[in-house]
């Protein structure tokens, strides 16, 4: 009985540093994206393979959690790109107050882009704002496709479902449609693209997708 406030106390002394990350995100006009899934579902590798798409001047960072090592960091760094690995010893979710103690020596004014990756679980994340600009969620056709029905939260929560792995659907009993079908159940307005990080299939649509919301995260020139 005494569990349920304060559970409530936690999350809304996150929901207060997650509204000041969002409003310092917002006066520097930089794009915070939340990336979310399973362990495994291939988030290290939609951002590997995203990094590399992007040019070296490219004002962009990466802050990756996970429960234990640095490798994802390791991973990621060989793109040349700010990357710092968040560990959190055992917390199965990234929390606002790691990201803004994990940015407090990197200057916004260099930045335009944000990239999260929570640590791997489909659950707890979608309950922490991160001040993030929008959650997108992962789902990797080894999965199942009735994932969305079981973990609606996060599906509910997200702007973006990407359905990564897609080198292997012969090889696996997953329904693209199905899946797609069970995320607009959850949540209708929920924007899909299905790609392979092996293969680069559907990256075009990924990436049109983040120039689009990388143009509204910036404030309008005025004028000459
Ligand atoms: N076949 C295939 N394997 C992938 C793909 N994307 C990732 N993987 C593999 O899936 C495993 C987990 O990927 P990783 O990016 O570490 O997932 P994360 O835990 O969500 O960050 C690794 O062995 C990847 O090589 C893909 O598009 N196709
Ligand atoms: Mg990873």
Not at 76 to 89: N, S
Not at 122 to 151: F, H, R
């Amino acid at each position: 009985m005494e569990r349920v406030p304060l559970e409530r106390k936690v999350l809304s002394e996150n929901d207060k540093i997650a509204a000041t990350l969002r409003a310092r995100f917002q006066e520097h006009g930089i794009l915070c994206l939340n990336t979310i899934s399973s362990p495994g579902s291939g988030k290290t590798s939609l951002l590997e393979r995203t990094l590399a798409s992007l040019p070296s001047h490219d004002r962009v960072a990466v802050l990756t959690g996970d429960i234990q090592t640095d490798n994802d960091a390791a991973r990621l760094r060989r793109f040349h790109f700010p990357v710092k690995q968040i560990t959190t010893g055992g917390t199965c979710h990234l929390d606002a107050r790691m990201i803004e103690r994990h940015l407090a020596d990197w200057k916004l004014e260099d930045l335009d882009l944000l990239f999260i990756e929570n640590v791997g679980n489909l659950v707890c994340p979608s309950s922490y704002d991160l001040g993030e600009a929008a959650k997108i969620v992962l789902l990797s056709v080894t999965e199942g496709d009735d994932k969305p029905l079981k973990y609606p939260s996060i599906f509910f929560k997200s702007d973006l479902l990407i359905l990564t792995k897609t080198d292997l659907l012969p090889y696996v009993p997953f329904d693209i449609e199905t899946a797609a079908e069970n995320a607009r159940r959850i949540h209708p307005g929920i924007e899909i693209v299905k790609v392979s990080c092996l293969t680069g299939n559907g990256f075009h649509e990924w990436l049109m997708w983040l120039g689009e919301r990388r143009r509204a995260a910036k404030p309008l020139s005025p004028v000459a």
